[in-house]
């Protein structure tokens, strides 16, 4: 049920990133999506519909899945576990807590479409420092 | 290349100028916001590279939240459960002991009705309803409004009942301490494998209704063995907020929890 508020805060996202740069239009979105967000099949189901009337309708998602690793602390070293979700070391048993990767659900990044006259004046690549930026 | 999205520096342009030039050093990591961009040449189609979590408003509201619980050493607890499971009814057992003690407010959130609030309420404590409406899980920013019309006192403990649901909540950081998972014997055994998330991001389960265990098939050595199996460090708590057996280690447990909120501020304040 979440992917909707997943896919809507997805496409609020991007909107913003579009205003910013003057877009007319969000052409391609690409999202990472670790393993154990499990939303996947989901989020392409509901993008379409929560995107229309906004500036992604349209638009073509990427997932890119990124799997799951985990720190074994008696190996010291990053290991894949032999099921999603049996968070033991593959090689000493030992239970690891700490996934390194795998719950990743990250907005990559957004192409799109800036009409000539947004264009002309394009916004500086030095924006990191403006307000959207100021969030933790 | 770039480490964190595997971009090449060598073709990327924004509206024509080079990646490298547009990058600022050390920006990456963390909710990187650079925003390099891959213009096309002809200044209309812009690759902009963003790499932000796709919850970071609700990140940022919880961690806001944090804050705010901080500032007056709130203990915050989210509990989740499925539908069921006794958070309402383990909650006015534990308001009715812990009166008097320590001060408790409670936000409660159903999808619709006012009746777990009231019940709240009835036990005596201070008690706010959130109705998501069709929404299936509590976010950080209404649970803040929540948080602004209750006002809790220094010290409080603030229980946030989440909507009944194993599988949503467990996405959104509500700025809480801890997220405790409550599982009833009438369910079933296998619950932390079917539902891994929850029990995985819960640093405490209790295992509700143990009065009930003669009369169902549960076996609850094994349901602990399978929520460990998803979380190695997850404690578990039995009990039975009918018969009260239980309900001290639950409470004592609080009070710790409390009692290190209380010190974090003192800390922080000095």
Redo the contacts between chains.
Sequence with gaps: ??EL??AT??I??ACE?AAE?G?SRV??LR?RLGV???VRRALYFCFEPAARGTACEGAVLEIDEVPLSVLCPACDAVKTPSG?????CPTCGT???RVVTGRE????????????AA??S?PS????DDS??A?? | MCGV?G?GEGEAR??G?ALA????PG?HG??G?????HGQGH??????????????????DA?TNRARFGERGILALNLVSSPGAGKTTLLTATIETLKGSLPVAVIEGDQETANDADRIRAAGARAVQINTGR???L?AHTVGHAFDSLAPEIGTVLFIENVG?L??PA??DLGEDHKVAILSVAEGEDKP?KY??MF?AAELMVLNKIDLLPYVEFDPDRAIEYA??????IAVIRLSARTGEGMPAWLDWIRQASERALRARTASVA
Excluded: W
């Excluded at chain 1, 999603?84 to 033991?88: A, D, I, P, V």
């Design positions: 049920m979440h508020s997943l805060s997805l609020e996202l990133h740069n877009a052409t391609r999202v154990l967000a499990a999603l979700y049996n968070f033991r239970p690891t807590p659900m990250q907005l990559v990044s957004v192409e799109l479409d800036i009409p000539e264009s002309e394009p690549a030095h924006r990191s959207t930026s969030r933790p | 999205c971009c924004l509206d100028r030039q547009a990058r600022i920006e963390g909710h916001h650079h925003h390099h961009a200044g209309r189609r812009a690759l902009v590279e963003i790499e932000q979590d796709i919850l970071s408003k609700n990140d940022a961690a929404g299936c899980h976010d649901n599988v949503c996405a959104f494998l891994p998330d995985a460990r199996r998803v979380n190695p460090q």
